[in-house]
């Protein structure tokens, strides 16, 4: 079953309205209504960082995870978690070095057009789960990998901190030859993560 945070289909879907109604009532009092979806991706993502208290991170950030993991337990065990996924220290700065309203921005743009699939799979006659693996066969997944709601094993969500490096290695590839690829797996994270291993990616 296709979630959000562990929400189901129609919650889901009545969250993301919820969350684009806001940003439209956001926009209009600001005055930028008229200037598009990228205005409104960014009022969500605005809203999540004063909520959650990310809004003044460090543009450094990354480089001051780095520094602190030798003598911080929480920062050296969240690293240690993503290095066993292929990232690398060059991932963690150039993500964690951006703008958290960017790096926020990112988030909200990857899950607005995998969920706007996600309905449509749904409006043809798909039930969620045929939904969900239509959109894992199509995009990568990113996210947190210990959550295995959206996919288990070499299924579950690639971190973000690899989007770079998975975007550069989708783009050198034909379209037939990254099709025929996904054909013969379960989903483009069990491609990328055979991919990272091979040290291709």
């Excluded at 979806?37 to 004063?50: F, H, I, M, N, P």
């Excluded at 292929?86 to 969920?115: A, Y």
């Excluded at 995009?139 to 299924?155: K, R, V």
């Amino acid at each position: 079953m296709y979630r959000i945070k562990g929400l189901s289909f129609w919650k889901a879907r009545e969250t993301v309205q919820t969350m684009i109604e806001q940003a439209k009532k956001d926009a209009e009092k600001e005055g930028t209504a008229n200037l598009g979806q990228g205005v409104l991706l960014r009022q969500v993502a605005k809203k999540d960082a004063e909520k959650e208290g990310t809004a003044n991170l460090p543009k450094n950030f990354g480089d001051i995870l780095l520094e602190r993991e030798a003598t911080d337990e929480k920062i050296k065990f969240m690293l240690a978690k993503l290095r066993k996924e292929g990232v690398t220290d060059k991932d963690i700065k150039l993500w964690w070095n951006m703008n958290d309203l960017e790096r926020r921005m990112i988030q909200q743009e990857d899950f607005m057009s995998r969920f706007a699939l996600f309905l449509k799979l749904r409006e043809e006659g798909l039930d969620e789960k045929e939904a969900a693996k239509g959109v894992a066969k199509r995009f990568p997944i990113f996210g947190d990998p210990d959550d295995t709601i959206l996919g288990s094993g070499e299924d579950r969500p690639l971190p973000y901190e690899l989007k770079d490096r998975i975007n550069i290695y989708i783009q050198k590839r034909s379209k037939e030859e990254l099709k025929k690829a996904i054909e013969y797996s379960t989903s483009v994270n069990s491609l990328i993560r055979k991919a990272i291993r091979k040290g291709k990616i």
